[in-house]
Every structure is written in structure tokens, then in C-alpha cells.
């Protein structure tokens, strides 16, 4: 007896203990409604309480509802930039639909410039030209319109919402109902408080149902 007994602790290597019951992560691809013993994201936030579970859906909550305010004042901060620019150049109709920082190829000169070389049928090659100039200058970066530390600003914006969307996405693929609920629940709530603008176009408006 005591021989087997020393034999079974050989046979442990050393430094290594045998993981309690309920530590261990569980891996569920099954829509399931666990609420305790439950890893979300990662190891880290490991949920083994009902208290815990609790304050883990209202964090989901207002991260979801915080992600559709990020998304709506990106939109809205690009908006403001755009209508400034507008105003420092005193020109153009303001597309409500869709502001756009950066000016058409039209505004540009390069397309009228284009159009009417071919419309006079001009034969000196201005139009050739013309057009091989307007599909370089789509493969290379147009110019920065902005101040550098707006555009590092708008881009951070864009980086936080990717993240946070990723995030959320982690979270939807422990196939938890109370989790996911928590997670389309926050998001209405945010799209009740923050999104009542409604001069924006249907396809500006796709929220966590899609990639930003």
C-alpha cells in the first residue's frame, strides 16, 4: 500500500499540482446559459460567482451602449471636420448623406479637365494624359487635408472602435445567451440614448451588426 501510494506521487512532476474541479476554462461552441464557471475573453476574467456574473453583464452593457456613442460621435466629429473645411474654402453644397473630408476627384480639376479633352476630341494627347494622372492618383495617398494631429485623432477613434468590436465579437463566440443578450441589450440602449440624429443615410447607421 505504501509502495503505490509513493509510487503515484513519483509519478507527478515536480513543481505541478492537480487543478481543482470548476478552475479548469471550459470550452463550449454549444449556445449554452451558464452562469458560473465561465471564462469570458480570456482566463483572466474568469467568472465563478452569480455576483460575478451579474457585474460581468453590466460591464457588457456599457461597453455596448459606450461602443454606439464612440461610433456616433466618430461619425459626428468627422462631420464637423468636414463642414469646417467647407466653411475655410467658401465653396460646394454641403451632402449631409455622406460628408466627406477629403474633396472628389470632380473638385480636384483632373476629371472636368479629363471630360473636356475628350468631349473637343482634341487629338495632342491631354486627355491620355489625363487619365492615366487620375488612375496614379488613386493607388497613391491623396494629401493630407487636415492637421496632422486631427488625423491621428480621427484614426485613433477608428482603432478604438475596431477594438472594441473585436472584443465584443470574443465575447458573442462564448455562445452564452445571458452574455450575448447583455451585449444586444447594451447596444439598443445606446442606439435610444445617442442615436437620434435622423439626417443620417439608412446605410451610415449599421452599428455592431457590422464591421465599422
Excluded at 468636414?82 to 477629403?102: D, F, K, N, Q, V
Excluded at 487620375?134 to 484614426?155: E, K
Aim: positive net charge; proline residues 5%; aromatic residues 8%.
Amino acid at each position: 500500500m505504501d509502495h503505490d501510494h509513493h509510487h503515484g506521487q513519483h509519478d507527478m512532476p515536480p513543481g505541478h499540482s492537480m487543478p481543482m474541479p470548476g478552475d479548469a476554462c471550459p470550452m463550449l461552441m454549444t449556445w449554452n446559459a451558464d452562469t458560473s464557471n465561465i471564462c469570458i475573453i480570456s482566463e483572466s476574467w474568469h467568472v465563478r460567482t452569480p455576483r460575478a456574473f451579474f457585474l460581468s453583464l453590466c460591464v457588457l452593457v456599457v461597453v455596448s451602449a459606450g461602443y454606439e456613442w464612440l461610433r456616433l460621435y466618430t461619425k459626428a466629429n468627422d462631420a464637423r471636420i468636414a463642414s469646417g473645411m467647407e466653411a475655410r474654402l467658401g465653396g460646394g453644397h454641403h451632402h449631409r448623406r455622406r460628408a466627406s473630408i477629403l474633396p472628389t476627384t470632380s473638385a480636384a480639376g483632373v476629371s472636368i479637365a479629363d471630360t473636356a479633352s475628350v468631349a473637343s476630341g482634341s487629338s495632342n494627347g491631354l486627355g491620355t494624359a489625363a487619365r492615366k494622372a487620375r488612375r496614379s492618383s488613386r493607388l497613391a495617398p491623396m494629401p493630407l487635408l487636415i492637421r496632422r494631429r486631427t488625423q491621428v485623432f480621427r484614426s485613433t477613434l477608428y482603432a478604438l472602435s475596431v477594438f472594441i468590436s473585436f472584443m465584443l465579437m470574443l465575447v458573442a463566440m462564448t455562445f452564452n445567451a445571458y452574455l450575448i443578450g447583455a451585449i444586444v441589450g447594451g447596444a439598443g440602449l445606446g442606439h435610444y440614448w445617442f442615436n437620434r440624429d435622423f439626417s443620417r443615410h439608412p446605410d451610415d447607421d449599421k452599428g455592431l451588426a457590422c464591421h465599422p
